[in-house]
């Protein structure tokens, strides 16, 4: 953790110098069997793509709004931290209407069909996979984002004393993410690298995005993000913790 960090990007820099192979978002949905582990370098890959997919192909400049539609879900941590790349505002289940780019999982489209600019569907399918068919009117996610650049410079430098996130009814500047972050680092028992906490909360509060993001990343450690945990036993949880090395969980 780099002292000098000032947005989320920043926190993703930081770990992509000091140790780029350790896992970083180890990603499980309980409904479909998916495992997916991304290291930092890969997760960096995808956030730069999508930072390229996001500034260039859709236009997207500092103060815009992002409205994310998605659940909590490797690909939603990717689009957070690409957010945060360009210096738009991300905008947590926000209103599409409002935004100037909506991006949007499978079960909220029509709520999506509200806005007026850009909108990008993800199918949310095991492996990053298409639509079987695109939806009309939105760019598909995993068509748009392998031709995108691995490397991303932003037009403008990010200022991180500028809006970055709205999440239930609040609003934080990137500064105050990342300042939050760590604050809330020891209280989910994240102790410094090798930490690995395991997270089941939703994205739609600032607790589930800390849990599942933001601390573990200002904090040297991973997540073990898990969607509908609800359908996994006792059992099988604990030997999950047991596998992935989990010293800390929320859910």
């Given at each position: 953790?780099?002292?000098?960090?000032?947005?989320p990007?920043?926190?993703l820099?930081?770990e992509?110098?000091?140790?780029?192979?350790?896992?970083?978002?180890?990603?499980?949905?309980?409904?479909?069997?998916?495992r997916?582990?991304l290291?930092?370098?890969?997760?960096a890959n995808?956030v730069?793509?999508t930072?390229?997919?996001?500034?260039?192909?859709l236009?997207?400049?500092?103060?815009?709004r992002?409205?994310?539609?998605?659940?909590a879900?490797?690909?939603?941590?990717?689009?957070?931290?690409?957010?945060?790349?360009?210096?738009?505002?991300v905008?947590?289940?926000?209103?599409?209407?409002?935004?100037?780019?909506?991006?949007?999982?499978?079960d909220?489209?029509?709520?999506?069909?509200?806005?007026?600019?850009?909108?990008?569907?993800?199918?949310?399918?095991?492996?990053?996979?298409?639509f079987?068919?695109p939806?009309?009117?939105?760019?598909?996610?995993?068509?748009?984002v392998?031709?995108?650049?691995?490397?991303?410079?932003?037009?403008?430098?990010?200022?991180?004393e500028?809006?970055?996130?709205?999440v239930?009814?609040?609003?934080f500047?990137?500064?105050?993410?990342?300042?939050?972050?760590?604050?809330?680092?020891?209280?989910?028992?994240?102790?410094g690298?090798?930490?690995?906490?395991?997270?089941?909360?939703?994205?739609?509060?600032?607790e589930?995005?800390?849990?599942?993001?933001y601390?573990?990343l200002?904090a040297?450690?991973?997540?073990?993000?898990?969607?509908?945990?609800?359908?996994?036993?006792?059992d099988?949880?604990?030997?999950r913790?047991?596998?992935?090395?989990?010293?800390?969980?929320?859910?």
């Amino acid at each position: 953790m780099n002292a000098t960090d000032r947005t989320p990007a920043d926190l993703l820099s930081s770990e992509l110098a000091g140790d780029p192979g350790r896992p970083l978002v180890t990603f499980y949905d309980d409904a479909t069997g998916e495992r997916v582990e991304l290291s930092v370098a890969t997760f960096a890959n995808w956030v730069a793509k999508t930072a390229n997919l996001l500034q260039g192909d859709l236009g997207a400049e500092p103060g815009d709004r992002v409205a994310l539609l998605l659940p909590a879900h490797w690909q939603t941590a990717v689009w957070l931290l690409a957010c945060a790349s360009v210096g738009v505002v991300v905008d947590v289940a926000g209103d599409p209407a409002a935004a100037d780019v909506v991006v949007s999982g499978p079960d909220s489209l029509e709520a999506a069909r509200a806005c007026r600019g850009e909108r990008v569907a993800l199918a949310l399918r095991p492996l990053g996979g298409r639509f079987p068919q695109p939806p009309e009117g939105f760019l598909d996610y995993a068509v748009e984002v392998p031709g995108q650049g691995d490397r991303f410079a932003p037009f403008a430098p990010v200022d991180p004393e500028e809006p970055a996130l709205i999440v239930a009814g609040a609003q934080f500047t990137g500064a105050e993410v990342v300042e939050r972050a760590r604050a809330d680092a020891p209280a989910l028992d994240l102790t410094g690298p090798g930490a690995r906490l395991l997270s089941g909360l939703p994205y739609d509060t600032w607790e589930g995005l800390a849990a599942g993001l933001y601390a573990p990343l200002a904090a040297g450690g991973s997540v073990v993000l898990c969607r509908h945990l609800d359908q996994l036993g006792e059992d099988a949880l604990a030997k999950r913790i047991e596998s992935e090395r989990v010293t800390a969980t929320r859910h």
